[in-house]
């Protein structure tokens, strides 16, 4: 019997401490509704990032509480070349309460904090540290891995003693929270060198940059290296490339390192991770299809560069298109002619590249048969788009479409795209050249200039002028300064995690000619909405574009070169300071206004959806943004339809307003749900149900 006792001692308690508006099972239903809204271990395989600069991810660093921050730190060993050193710590905020990480293959652990080992390459958080910490190496050779022109099984990074280009590995997370947490990733050099997050050189390096439309390009040239072109030219020539491919959401930022040509590479060039390159330094840009504008296509295909990637049947695509668009490109902007570009195209019409089907991998003849053959049947898909639309359509219609979608791409996503903007006969083709050893002849000037060099329509894009809306709420802009973040954008919002964010955009026919346009909407170089329709010269339409972010962070967003920075908040980011309910006393029926005040509970900006609490349950729901150091206040009004003393809770703030005639004794025992006789009342039936039980 004493133990019951404590038992019902320890339910009385329970109830008495809860928030007032929130009984003991709504509690514990609240609890609940947070293991299993998280899972028993959320996971996330993410990829480093910029120096200093978060990845596409999370694009600005931020003090918040409700982010994983996480920063790597690289270190060359010039006296051990075999290996490089890596140093990853982490900030973990309050929302998580359990951390595990693994780290790549070829990783040797040399020392931890905070972190305990459960296998060769797995560690779990101990909790005991706010910032745990592992160091480790990584090899830094490889060889064997395709890129622009492949010569054969040389290296695809190296370390020379003097200098190295080596990946950045990679740390699978997983963990479990009580409220939705984002990851912020940041890499650093210890020493000389670079880095764009997932390409790092060690050694001295000069950096040149060129920002065009809110793309930021860097290219690293390292001391040892001697350049073919000129920093401005190969700059020049990946601007260039920007503008004309019009294949979705552009990067916020690409890093490419010209590494020197004093040892035996493998590629002529290599795309890895996001949106990081390097190109061998001897490399002009007057070939048939230079690596630069190669590798910077290659940073283009977010299809290709996402986990699920391609099917087997689409995975020709990837070189395909690289090599065909960097000899268009190429072609394009004045650096070859066509005699060149038609030699490049002509290889695909040769054995061994020519005896097999592209979607069949297994009937290759040649390891580069999707780089050679690829680039004719891109290119003849390319060419028939046009004509058959007068111009209108090409295959960077095709690659935007498969850039929007976050699955693999398969062969039915491709055929489809090509057959919605070229019609059946096109598709025809494109099937017979792909599931087939058919090919293609190479088109003569005559057919280029038919289907390349009609106008087309041009079109201008940007943020429209009407409200931001978030949750149906009008919201407001601010500056980044205001918004306590340090953003390349004029412009910042702070929305709540999880809740819909609809800007404005507007799109305008700037060319000569009625043509579709695409509008789309990035969040950190991903499309996350997009409109289509046709305009005549001159005419502008507006759109609203919405986007909802799942996880806290600092995104950009983007419509054509517009920019602007959102900063997503969880609701711990607030903290609810007064509740105010007036008029303090009404009539059954008639409306209460109650009034939230908040401010940032950290130290940057905060963001939250409040709940408006009565005994019922959510009256209403209002989405709030608050600045750093600042306050806000949300309202909500409310009815009651019988009369009592009832609480309203926000956060953990309560008022009481009095509904109707009541006496003095309603002061306690009248609030519905919350009186002490309610208390009293369900603790006497709990005992009452125990001793039955007893009985039984």
Request: proline share 5%; glycine share 10%; with cysteine.
């Amino acid at each position: 019997m004493t133990s019951r006792f404590v038992t019902l001692a320890f339910v009385v308690l329970l109830a008495c401490s809860l928030p007032a508006g929130v009984g003991p099972l709504e509690a514990a239903a609240g609890a609940e509704s947070a293991a299993s809204t998280v899972g028993p271990d959320e996971s996330f395989a993410v990829s480093a990032a910029t120096t200093d600069v978060p990845s596409v991810d999370v694009a600005t660093p931020t003090t918040s509480s409700d982010v994983l921050h996480r920063t790597t730190t690289l270190r060359h060993r010039p006296s051990d070349t075999d290996v490089f050193e890596v140093e990853t710590a982490f900030r973990v905020p309050d929302s998580v309460t359990e951390l595990e990480i693994e780290l790549e293959d070829g990783a040797t652990v040399e020392s931890t904090t905070g972190f305990e080992r459960t296998g060769e390459r797995t560690l779990e958080w101990t909790g005991d540290a706010d910032e745990p910490t592992v160091r480790y190496t990584m090899p830094a050779d490889r060889t064997g891995e395709r890129g622009a022109d492949a010569a054969g099984e040389g290296y695809s990074f190296v370390d020379t003693g003097e200098w190295a280009v080596v990946p950045v590995p990679d740390v699978a997370i997983s963990l479990r929270r009580t409220d939705p947490v984002g990851i912020e990733k940041t890499v650093r050099v210890d020493g000389p060198g670079a880095t764009g997050g997932d390409i790092a050189f060690f050694g001295a390096v000069t950096e040149r940059e060129r920002t065009v439309d809110g793309e930021r390009f860097r290219l690293a040239v390292p001391e040892a290296a001697t350049l073919e072109e000129s920093p401005d030219a190969i700059l020049s020539a990946l601007a260039d490339a920007s503008d004309r491919l019009e294949v979705g959401a552009r990067p916020d930022e690409t890093f490419v390192v010209a590494v020197p040509d004093t040892v035996d590479w493998g590629p002529r060039g290599i795309q890895y991770g996001a949106s990081d390159a390097w190109v061998v330094a001897d490399e002009p840009l007057d070939s048939p299809n230079p690596a630069w504008l190669h590798e910077y296509v290659h940073v283009r295909q977010r299809f290709a560069n996402t986990a699920d990637g391609t099917t087997t049947e689409t995975e020709w695509v990837v070189e395909g298109q690289a090599d065909y668009h960097a000899g268009l490109l190429a072609l394009e902007a004045g650096y070859t002619d066509f005699e060149q570009f038609s030699r490049l195209l002509e290889r695909g019409t040769e054995s061994p590249y020519a005896d097999g089907a592209l979607a069949d991998p297994t009937t290759w003849e040649h390891d580069r048969t999707d780089y050679v053959n690829g680039a004719l049947v891109a290119g003849e898909i390319d060419r028939q788009l046009r004509v058959a639309t007068d111009g209108d359509r090409t295959l960077a219609d095709v690659v935007r479409d498969l850039n929007a979608d976050d699955d693999a791409v398969t062969e039915a996503d491709l055929l489809g795209s090509i057959e919605a903007y070229g019609g059946s006969a096109v598709r025809t083709d494109a099937e017979r050249y792909t599931r087939t050893d058919a090919t293609p002849a190479v088109w003569s000037r005559t057919d280029h200039r038919a289907a390349f060099d009609q106008s087309v329509a041009s079109f201008a894009s940007g943020f429209g002028t009407g409200p931001i809306e978030v949750a149906g709420e009008e919201w407001p802009r601010w500056s980044a300064s205001e918004a306590g973040v340090e953003a390349g954008t004029d412009e910042a919002i702070v929305v709540p995690a999880g809740e819909a964010v609809t800007v404005p955009a507007t799109v305008g026919n700037v060319g000569e000619r009625e043509g579709t346009y695409d509008l789309t909407l990035g969040a950190d170089g991903r499309t996350v909405d997009r409109r289509q329709g046709t305009l005549a010269p001159g005419e502008e339409r507006s759109h609203r574009l919405s986007w909802t972010p799942a996880e806290p962070g600092t995104y950009v967003l983007r419509v054509g070169s517009e920019r602007l920075t959102a900063v997503v908040r969880s609701a711990p980011s607030v903290t609810v300071t007064d509740l105010r309910l007036e008029p303090e006393s009404v009539d059954p029926g008639e409306a209460v206004t109650a009034t939230a005040t908040v401010e940032a509970a950290g130290d940057g900006s905060g963001a939250a959806v409040l709940a408006f609490r009565t005994v019922d349950g959510v009256a209403a729901e209002r989405p709030v943004a608050v600045r750093p150091d600042g306050t806000a206040t949300v309202e909500a009004q409310l009815r009651f339809d019988e009369a009592g003393r009832y609480e309203v809770g926000v956060g953990e703030r309560t008022a009481t307003v009095d509904v109707g005639e009541t006496g003095p004794a309603a002061a306690i025992d009248d609030v519905p749900g919350f009186g002490v006789s309610a208390t009293l009342g369900s603790v006497l039936l709990l005992f009452a149900t125990v001793l039955a039980v007893r009985r039984r």
